[in-house]
């Protein structure tokens, strides 16, 4: 299979997720650094992230793993140029050629990266500043053991209103985390959830003031990294037993991720449109525009 992603974000991938291995403390602290573009994952970072982990399960030293972000964000999705909306001209709509194609690379080549941090022997931490949303919010926010969050992070499915049911296969996660009523609210809605909310919804265990995460979060790391390895592990092997008892199957996911990609909606077709003519940026603005129009109207003007 050829290598996901441009000739560009495979050269840049390796100084933009970046590994630090403290064997002393125990703890390994994994980087995003794309902070021009609030890190926005590539999928070359992706694969990083994959291989980096490897890399860390490796470590026999190492006992905990901090997820962090470089600049004003955690990270604010996948880089939606390189990763959606790429049809080839003249196709208006997939087949359910492209969406096998599709649902395999989503299960098992670009979203292995959440699946190295699931099943990862360590345990994970993610430290949440700033935006925490798409991509990063079903996958790091859902696939770490613990949140640590700042109280004015955002948090959310931000795409949730024009994308559907992108994120269909994680919200079986978001579902069993916060709540089918709390998920469903955060769905319907695409309203971000701040900090304090995401821990008293349960996807956060602290939410702290900015000024004190990083401190926070690499206290607690070290914390859990004073205990041994082999005490840790078979901890970690109780928590998934148990998450295995309310996993879904893969036929189960593929056929989500199918029912996305072959029916698009006219919301999401509109902003693929408005992506190609002004860019990403814009295409959200005017998103918001309208949605802030149509609650704004009278009742009778939305039927």
């Known amino acids: 299979m050829s290598a996901f992603g441009t000739v560009e974000s495979r050269a840049a991938a390796e100084n933009q997720v970046l590994l630090r291995l403290?064997?002393?403390?125990?703890?390994?602290?994994?980087?995003?650094?794309?902070?021009?573009k609030h890190n926005a994952l590539t999928v070359p970072m992706r694969e990083r992230i994959t291989q980096l982990?490897?890399?860390?399960?490796?470590?026999?030293?190492?006992r905990v793993v901090v997820i962090r972000g470089e600049g004003p964000s955690l990270?604010?999705?996948?880089?939606?140029?390189?990763?959606?909306?790429?049809?080839a001209p003249g196709k208006k709509r997939y087949t359910l050629t492209d969406a096998t194609r599709y649902g395999s690379?989503?299960?098992?080549?670009?979203?292995?990266?959440?699946?190295?941090i699931s099943r990862s022997d360590k345990i994970t931490i993610v430290q949440i500043h700033g935006y925490c949303v798409a991509l990063s919010y079903f996958t790091l926010a859902t696939k770490c053991d613990l949140v640590v969050v700042s109280e004015d992070a955002k948090l959310g499915a931000l795409e949730g209103r024009f994308l559907g049911p992108a994120g269909a296969v994680s919200s079986i996660h978001l579902n069993r985390i916060l709540g089918m009523r709390r998920a469903k609210r955060l769905g319907y809605t695409a309203d971000p959830m701040s900090g304090a909310e995401a821990q008293a919804g349960g996807l956060a265990y602290l939410s702290?003031?900015?000024?004190?995460?990083?401190?926070?979060?690499m206290r607690l790391a070290a914390e859990i990294a004073q205990r041994s390895a082999s005490s840790l592990r078979y901890l970690k092997l109780r928590v998934k037993a148990g998450e295995a008892l309310l996993g879904a199957t893969v036929p189960t996911m593929t056929g989500l991720l199918f029912s996305h990609f072959l029916r698009p909606g006219e919301d999401?077709?509109?902003?693929?449109?408005?992506?190609?003519?002004?860019?990403?940026?814009?295409?959200?603005?005017?998103?918001?525009?309208h949605r802030d129009e149509v609650l704004a109207a009278p009742e009778s003007a939305q039927s």
């Open 105 to 116: 690379d989503m299960t098992w080549g670009r979203q292995g990266f959440a699946q190295a």
């Open 75 to 87: 990270s604010s999705g996948a880089e939606i140029n390189e990763d959606w909306g790429q049809r």
């Open 268 to 289: 999401e077709l509109s902003f693929w449109k408005q992506v190609k003519k002004g860019g990403v940026r814009a295409a959200l603005a005017k998103d918001k525009s």
């Open 208 to 217: 702290v003031p900015s000024a004190r995460l990083e401190a926070v979060t």
């Open 22 to 36: 403290d064997a002393a403390s125990g703890v390994a602290t994994l980087t995003l650094n794309r902070p021009e």
């Open 53 to 62: 982990m490897r890399q860390v399960n490796d470590e026999a030293a190492i």
